[in-house]
T-cell receptor, first 113, second 114 residues
Framework: AQSVTQPDIHITVSEGASLELRCNYS??????LFWYVQSPGQGLQLLLK??????LVQGIKGFEAEFKRSQSSFNLRKPSVHWSDAAEYFC???????????FGAGTRLTVKP | GAVVSQHPSWVICKSGTSVKIECRSL??????MFWYRQFPKQSLMLMAT?????????EQGVEKDKFLINHASLTLSTLTVTSAHPEDSSFYIC??????????FGSGTRLTVV
């Protein structure tokens, strides 16, 4: 069955430190992969997506993610975290037309001054 | 883990008719559920927050009379698209938060209005 796992429910990092949020998936074929961010009181914003091609994907706000087929992972990274990055982050997998999109449980990011 | 069941997964309806989408939390109680709408190649947009036993809180720009939300129990929220039109065709998805395990999303509903 298709599933998405975000192992970390809550992560705290210091401002300026690097960040990596983990995402693992189980899917019948190579899915399309997404990372979303949800700030308090707001909807989900797409950070980046992977459909095919270069496995290192650049997104908005300085985020990047790397698709590793052998590990069934799509981890999100940022070299230097800003206080405004504090939010909930969701990994999602699905097909292009989104008829079967699955989301991870989310990782809440807290940024310490 | 926490499971949210959303039905139907896809529906085609005629213009002018109403469509109801159900969102159920199967193994936890959800006092709050969220309804999103996604346009092709865009982010999910939060439509409303559904509160058990009280009125839903709608986001700015969302028509309350068109998108009726009912959260009658701790495990069920429904979204009814009333008098649907082709521009209402979209992907709708619900989510609920289990305090111990984070957010869980339904698998979404593809609505096509013809």
């Amino acid at each position: 069955a298709q599933s998405v796992t975000q192992p970390d429910i809550h992560i705290t990092v210091s401002e300026g430190a690097s960040l990596e949020l983990r995402c693992n998936y189980s899917y019948g074929a190579t899915p399309y992969l997404f990372w979303y961010v949800q700030s308090p009181g707001q909807g989900l914003q797409l950070l980046l997506k992977y459909f095919s091609g270069d496995t290192l994907v650049q997104g908005i706000k300085g985020f990047e993610a790397e698709f590793k087929r052998s590990q069934s992972s799509f981890n999100l990274r940022k070299p230097s975290v800003h206080w405004s990055d504090a939010a909930e982050y969701f990994c999602a997998v699905g097909m292009y037309n989104n008829n079967d999109m699955r989301f991870g449980a989310g990782t809440r990011l807290t940024v310490k001054p | 883990g926490a499971v949210v069941s959303q039905h139907p997964s896809w529906v085609i309806c005629k213009s002018g008719t109403s469509v109801k989408i159900e969102c159920r939390s199967l193994d936890f109680q959800a006092t709050t559920m969220f309804w999103y709408r996604q346009f092709p190649k865009q982010s999910l947009m939060l439509m409303a927050t559904s509160n058990e036993g009280s009125k839903a809180t709608y986001e700015q720009g969302v028509e309350k009379d068109k998108f009726l939300i009912n959260h009658a129990s701790l495990t069920l929220s429904t979204l009814t698209v009333t008098s649907a039109h082709p521009e209402d065709s979209s992907f709708y998805i619900c989510s609920a938060r289990d305090p111990g395990r984070g957010y869980t999303f339904g698998s979404g509903t593809r609505l096509t209005v013809v």
